[in-house]
């Protein structure tokens, strides 16, 4: 082959205060949070809508607001995000549902259709400049600072100059691009999987409801040791406008960094949803007269590029649960991680009045002082990420880190994440609504 320089031109430079690469559910609210305290910013998505695993990836329900007796531990940004929902009749209630597992849950189901509404409008209130259909490309660094962020966009490759750079693109590609490091599997540990998410209906919800849960259980078993179901599970979130159900059963054992595996695992997930539909259909009460509707736009990715921040943090850290002077955000949600392949779940339930706390130094990567990380890319271990990894704490952590962006960018240049006064940004994120324990 004959190989040749393909330097390419800048087709544009824009530059803003603060850039959030990533528009999952922790980015937007990270571009939000930062706006709100007076950074210009700017949010590059490769889609053309936010949200990510949140739309997407079509979750459809925001998980576990509050400790097993009731205590809140996330609010702030994330209870408006329910707010705006509900004014489009795009949410059900905070309600209690029981686990696959048995364990008792607390969720918010949504429909992820208008949950790309609801983050539109918080973007545009907030005045921050999206960017859409802009794809990661290149990231320049000089010395500890990351200098400038090149996308690919229809327009052609743009530049994008920031003083803070957060980078919640879940699989930390901008981070990747800059060089920085990331955390390994321990021996015996593997990524979770992926799973295409699919929409299903009408369902007889009295019906499916109605069912014993050990009845529900047995017949989830029977699906996947018949080989039609790709997991021993009938986990649904229902669909606020309709007698739909959006369907988590799929499990793709892939690490979705890697090109060739992630395209192939959005062929296999189509197949392994279409199986369990014909499976929901002929075998589960409430499903008989059900179709396959829909599919996710892409697979769900739960877990791949976990970045080393200046803490790592662990799962002891949050069973016992650690105090941090530093703490920006709270959760309540088990460790919960899926194999990727076969087997059941590990789910370890928390106490009664259990809450943790995720501290600031988690969302700064080591080598860099002008980054921050959100949502499933923060520094934690692969148990630990298995519990702070869902959308509510994502939610509370990319507020923190919009917040702390801000305030960093206000003071003089170079900007230093690190030098950010901590009670200042505590005492922020509590003014705005958030917990912080
Ligand atoms: C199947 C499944 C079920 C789950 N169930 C629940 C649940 O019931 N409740 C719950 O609360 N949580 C659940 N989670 C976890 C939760 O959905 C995710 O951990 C969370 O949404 C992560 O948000 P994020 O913003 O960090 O990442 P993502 O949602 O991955 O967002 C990353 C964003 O960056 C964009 N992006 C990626 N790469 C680039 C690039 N190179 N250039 C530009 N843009 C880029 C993506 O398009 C995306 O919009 C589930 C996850 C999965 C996969």
Redesign the pocket.
């Known amino acids: 082959m004959n190989h040749e320089s393909f330097g390419y031109r800048i087709a544009a430079t824009m530059s803003a205060d603060v850039l959030v ?8 609210m990270a571009a939000v949070a930062a706006a709100r305290c007076g950074a210009s910013v700017m949010l ?4 053309g809508f ?8 079509a ?6 607001w509050q400790t097993a007796n009731g205590r809140r531990v996330v609010a702030g940004l994330a209870d408006e995000v329910v707010t705006r929902l509900g004014r489009y009749g795009g949410a059900g209630e905070h309600a209690s549902f029981v686990m696959s597992t048995g364990h008792r849950m607390d ?1 918010v189901e949504y429909a992820p259709e208008v949950l790309k509404l609801v983050l539109d409008d918080m973007l545009r209130e907030a005045a921050v400049r999206p960017l859409l259909h ?4 290149d990231v320049g660094v000089s010395g500890r600072r990351i200098d400038r962020v090149h ?1 690919l966009t229809k327009s052609g490759v743009v530049e994008l100059h920031a003083q803070v750079l957060i980078d ?4 930390m ?2 981070l990747d691009r800059a060089g920085a490091a990331f955390l390994e599997l321990d021996e015996g540990e593997a990524l ?1 999987p ?2 295409m ?1 699919f929409r299903f209906g009408p369902i007889d919800f009295a019906q499916l409801d109605a069912l014993p849960k050990a009845e529900l259980a047995a017949l989830a078993r029977r699906g996947y040791e018949e080989g039609r179901l790709a997991r021993a599970a009938l ?1 649904v ?1 229902r669909d606020p406008f309709s007698n739909d159900g959006w369907f ?1 059963i799929s499990r793709l054992g892939i690490d979705a960094t890697d090109a060739m595996a992630l395209g192939a695992a959005e062929i296999e997930g189509r197949r392994q949803a279409w199986n369990a539909a014909q499976y929901l259909r002929q075998c589960v009460p409430g499903c008989e007269s059900g179709q396959l509707r829909a599919f ?1 736009t ?6 791949t590029r976990r970045v080393v921040g200046d803490h790592v943090l662990s799962a002891e850290e949050l069973l016992r649960p650690a105090q941090f002077p530093d703490a920006i955000a709270a959760g309540a ?1 088990p460790i919960d991680i899926h194999p990727a392949a076969g087997g059941e779940l590990r789910y370890e339930g928390l106490g009664d009045d259990h809450a943790y706390q995720i501290p600031y130094r988690c969302l700064i990567p080591v080598g860099f002082d002008n980054a921050l990380v ?4 923060v520094s934690a271990t692969h148990s630990a990420h298995a519990a702070i ?6 939610m509370a952590v ?1 507020q923190a880190a919009g917040t702390a962006a801000a305030m960093a960018a206000r003071s003089d240049l170079p900007v230093n994440l690190r030098a950010v006064p901590v009670p200042a940004l505590r005492a922020r994120l509590l003014e705005d609504g958030a917990k912080l324990a």
């Open positions: 690469c990533g528009g999952g559910i922790a980015g937007t590059v998505e490769r889609y936010l949200g990510g695993n949140a739309t997407a990836g979750v459809a329900q925001f998980n576990s969720r802009a794809s990661v490309l996308v919640a693109s879940g699989d590609d901008a979770q992926a799973t998410m986990h979130s988590n996710g892409q697979v769900g990715v739960r877990e949600y959100v949502g499933r890319g990894r869902v959308m509510t704490i994502s990319g």
